[in-house]
């Protein structure tokens, strides 16, 4: 009789199974590259579950996490296309494509992560969320990112003068390149998912990110010292293909639009957690962190990179406000 009833069960759950999927009208692909469980991905299952509820159903949110869809400026150039309906990513693989994203990829243009929480939460986070739309994202919400430091395989680096010829993968974007020019180091611009490999094999020294990014891609394993010398707080950010968003009623789209904005303290939350979690594991895995760094080396080597890439009147103003946001 068991196996009778099992069947039966099990023809039930498909049953079901195939309700729940067929009432899903519409499923938003989102892309991200960290692991399940990160932060921004959890935070995104979030928004698609207010979003489920809010639509009775009809609207579903897939989040393809582990760089499934790919890496992130080519998942950028296909949320473009309504290839990716949704895209959780850093603010830097943005920095070519929409100007705005500059200023908050600035070294230390941040004086703490509340000091970004403040300037991303008002009003000028909004003008950088609408910025996107002329290039084909809607931006919907901004996430946290931490503190981003540099760890390498070779040395711990205590000052300035340790990171002298060291090659440092940096994300993307001119900006980073420069900021290692300035810091008197070799940047090495390539995508995340390549990092691990080129750390193991000597084609970099190191890299540079936050506790829980170096913690879960294992970076830690192949790159023994972390020094905290926290020189950027690049937010992340959650956009939509403006394609997939033309599709959506204005009724939808602000239903999408509230879940991201109710998924940040959320995110938030996360964030906090997995940070501490992640130091605990990097340091029980026997790494050299560097806490007592003099920062202001570092911060008076930067003046090269704003003078290079702060030029318009429109982000001299950008970066005139957030430093006067407390
Ligand atoms: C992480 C960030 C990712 C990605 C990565 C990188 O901190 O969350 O979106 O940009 O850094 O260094 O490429």
């Not at 946290?144 to 994300?171: A, E, H, Q, T």
């Not at 202001?296 to 970066?319: C, G, I, N, Q, R």
């Amino acid at each position: 009789m068991k196996p009778v009833k099992t069947l039966a069960a099990a023809l039930l759950a498909s049953v079901a199974f195939a309700t729940t999927a067929m009432a899903c009208e519409i499923t938003l692909r989102s892309s991200d590259t960290h692991p399940d469980g990160y932060p921004t991905v959890e935070a995104v299952k979030y928004m698609g579950k207010l979003v489920e509820e809010r639509t009775d159903g009809r609207i579903c949110v897939e989040v393809f996490h582990s760089a499934q869809l790919g890496e992130e400026k080519d998942t950028i150039e296909q949320t473009k296309f309504g290839v990716i309906d949704l895209n959780r990513v850093s603010m830097g693989p943005f920095n070519n494509l929409v100007e705005e994203t500059k200023v908050v990829s600035l070294p230390y243009i941040f004086k703490s992560v509340e000091h970004m929480h403040h300037v991303m939460d008002g009003p000028i986070g909004d003008e950088i969320l609408a910025a996107f739309e002329p290039h084909g994202y809607v931006g919907l919400a901004f996430y946290d990112g931490g503190s981003r430091s540099f760890y390498n395989k070779v040395k711990p680096i205590k000052s300035i003068d340790d990171l002298k010829g060291m090659k440092v993968r940096v994300m993307q974007s001119d900006i980073f390149v420069d900021m290692m020019s300035a810091l008197g180091a070799n940047a090495t611009p390539m995508p995340y998912g390549e990092v691990y490999s080129a750390i193991q094999t000597g084609v970099i020294d190191g890299a540079e990110n936050n506790w829980p990014s170096f913690e879960s891609s294992g970076h830690y394993e192949v790159a023994g010292y972390y020094t905290l010398d926290e020189h950027l707080i690049v937010p992340e950010v959650l956009v939509m293909s403006k394609i997939s968003w033309d599709k959506l009623s204005p009724e939808d789209q602000a239903t999408v639009r509230q879940a991201a904005r109710e998924s940040v303290p959320e995110m938030r939350k996360m964030w906090v957690a997995r940070e501490k979690a992640s130091e605990d594991k990097v340091l029980a895995a026997g790494v050299e962190v560097i806490t007592q760094i003099d920062k202001e080396p570092f911060m008076a080597a930067m003046d090269s990179v704003y003078e290079k890439h702060v030029t318009s009147d429109k982000l001299k103003d950008l970066v005139a406000r957030i430093r006067a946001t407390d």
